[in-house]
T-cell receptor, first 109, second 114 residues
């Protein structure tokens, strides 16, 4: 079973920031936080990952709380093409990924 | 680079038939994985490999076999297909799992067993 919990669905207006939460209640000190997304049954696509610090790349920002029990993926200016299922995963070196059901994000025009 | 490719993209089988799904990667990754995804659910790990010549069971291995004879290829076999194996199958590859190493996914194979 997945170790993370996410809301099943969220809506976001096009052009606004999408903030997707994830709870990592059992995360350990050496586990990374990964975010992936899956657009319309395509293969999952890597978005971003982090260990302790906040991270930003060309796709998104990742905010990790100080106690690491929760994280937020931020898509700063959501577009219709960001409509997808978003997965957050805790994983340590050498450990396999466990995907939960994720959050279905709908970006509305 | 082609990344991760999967063959075939679609397949329809009758119950009891066998088939092999091929996954190939050109990134020189050590780890490779086979997942299945049923409607409305997340991906579940079937089998994985941490290197050429090695394989291991994942979360849902029953009814499947795998082989990793070459580093770049990972084969998933169904010896006697069942309707419960109707699913979308994804292959992925990575350097050693986790620890900052992302998994790269193929486009998927949609399998229907009648």
């Amino acid at each position: 079973d997945a170790k993370t919990t996410q809301p099943p669905s969220m809506d976001c207006a096009e052009g606004r920031a999408a903030n997707l939460p994830c709870n990592h209640s059992t995360i350990s000190g050496n586990e990374y936080v990964y975010w992936y997304r899956q657009i319309h049954s395509q293969g999952p696509q890597y978005i971003i990952h982090g260990l302790k610090n906040n991270e930003t790349n060309e796709m998104a920002s990742l905010i990790i709380t100080e106690d690491r029990k929760s994280s937020t993926l931020i898509l700063p200016h959501a577009t219709l093409r960001d409509t997808a299922v978003y997965y957050c995963i805790d994983v340590t070196y050498g450990q396999n990924f466990v995907f939960g059901p994720g959050t279905r994000l709908s970006v509305l025009p | 680079n082609a990344g991760v490719t999967q063959t075939p993209k679609f397949r329809v089988l009758k119950t009891g038939q066998s088939m092999t799904l091929l996954c190939a990667q050109d990134m020189n990754h050590e780890y490779m994985y086979w997942y299945r995804q049923d409607p409305g659910m997340g991906l579940r790990l079937i089998h994985y490999s941490v290197g050429e010549g090695t394989t291991a069971k994942g979360e849902v291995p029953d009814g499947y076999n795998v082989s990793r004879l070459k580093k770049q290829n990972f084969l998933l076999g169904l010896e006697s297909a069942a309707p419960s194996q109707t699913s979308v199958y994804f292959c992925a590859s990575s350097y050693p799992a986790g620890g900052g190493n992302e998994q790269f996914f193929g486009p998927g194979t949609r399998l229907t067993v009648l």
